[in-house]
């Protein structure tokens, strides 16, 4: 391999740290002063999206993906800063945004398990299903990852070295670009929805 492996490793490192803080400075109640939702992720996940010569270097696109544990959820799931049961809303307004009655597939607040409710009201059946895709879905996400950024990171340095252009010079991280659609689909660019 052409090129620093270690100086590249950095890089990843340092650029999922950076947004790794950003989540949790952009992740605070609506209170004077802000709490914090988020501690430092549970699990890390980082996927190498894709490589492309540019300038005469490759440039890497990543795609991150963290479990975050929110500090307000009770052992029951319950959310303890949610307005019934805090008596005002003081959740950021990611939080506040998620599960819209009317949001169709694709957009900002569309709940899979909402619209079973909205569709096939009483269907038992139907409100199960789409539970369990819900559920399945999000513990493949969280198998997929790891324990440690160090492990997430040296599991993209596995798929670089595999492949045939190994002379990478910097790191373009994909979610970051605020000019880019949110990852969340919510329509909006980056810059406007979670990196604000």
Not at 7 to 13: H, V
Not at 34 to 43: A, D, G, H, V
Not at 105 to 124: H, L, M, Q, W
């Amino acid at each position: 391999m052409r090129g620093c492996p270690d100086d590249l490793k950095k890089e990843i490192t340092e650029s999922l740290k950076l947004r790794v803080e950003r989540i949790k400075t952009n992740y605070v109640t609506n209170e004077n002063p802000p709490r914090s939702l988020f501690k430092n992720p549970e699990r890390y996940g980082v996927k190498l999206q894709g490589m492309r010569r540019e300038r005469g270097v490759s440039v890497l696109s990543l795609r991150a993906m963290f479990a975050f544990k929110c500090l307000y959820l009770s052992p029951g799931k319950t959310c303890s800063i949610h307005p019934s049961i805090s008596g005002k809303d003081i959740r950021p307004p990611h939080c506040a945004e998620l599960g819209e009655p009317g949001a169709r597939a694709g957009e900002k607040g569309y709940c899979r398990v909402i619209e079973a409710t909205i569709k096939n009201p009483g269907d038992e059946k139907a409100i199960m299903s789409a539970i369990g895709i819900e559920k399945s879905a999000s513990e493949s996400h969280y198998k997929e990852c790891f324990p440690t950024l160090d492990e997430a990171v040296e599991d993209v340095m596995k798929e670089i070295r595999n492949k045939k252009d190994s002379q990478v010079v910097r790191v373009q991280d994909k979610a970051l670009g605020r000019n880019d659609p949110c990852f969340c689909k919510s329509g909006k660019k980056y810059k406007k929805c979670h990196g604000s």
